[in-house]
Nanobody, 123 residues
Framework: QVQLQESGPGLVKPSQTLSLTCTVS??????????WSWIRQPPGKGLEWMGA???????YYSPSLKSRTSISRDTSKNQFTLQLSSVTPEDTAVYYC???????????????WGQGTQVTVSS
């Protein structure tokens, strides 16, 4: 029943900050005890968990991306947002938002997924 929808620019220039929003319907982002994650998949590569914001508002990040990643939420809009700074072409990927009852999501069988949105980093 819960639905997630990613939105944001499909093309970002190198060095800029990528901002994506996940709009959630059919469930509240504050409901115990879910985690709301951002996951990406570069072309030809596997899934990469980037980070999550918990039902409580606590945030968690992949160590490899922590320095560039910020996840926040707007409970009044039932949305959560990904910001990835200083992007390079290696950040080109399909980006997904996910609801799961575990913090780290590593397979598509876990949780409820948005349809994904393609983001290309190019000058």
């Amino acid at each position: 029943q819960v639905q997630l929808q990613e939105s944001g620019p499909g093309l970002v220039k190198p060095s800029q900050t990528l901002s994506l929003t996940c709009t959630v319907s059919g469930g509240s982002i504050t409901t115990n005890y879910y985690y709301w994650s951002w996951i990406r998949q570069p072309p030809g590569k596997g899934l990469e968990w980037m980070g999550a914001i918990a039902y409580s508002g606590s945030t968690y990040y992949s160590p490899s991306l922590k320095s560039r990643t910020s996840i926040s939420r707007d409970t009044s809009k039932n949305q959560f947002t990904l910001q990835l700074s200083s992007v390079t072409p290696e950040d080109t990927a399909v980006y997904y938002c996910v609801r799961a009852n575990t913090l780290v999501v590593v397979t598509t069988s876990q949780g409820s997924w948005g349809q994904g949105t393609q983001v290309t980093v190019s000058s």
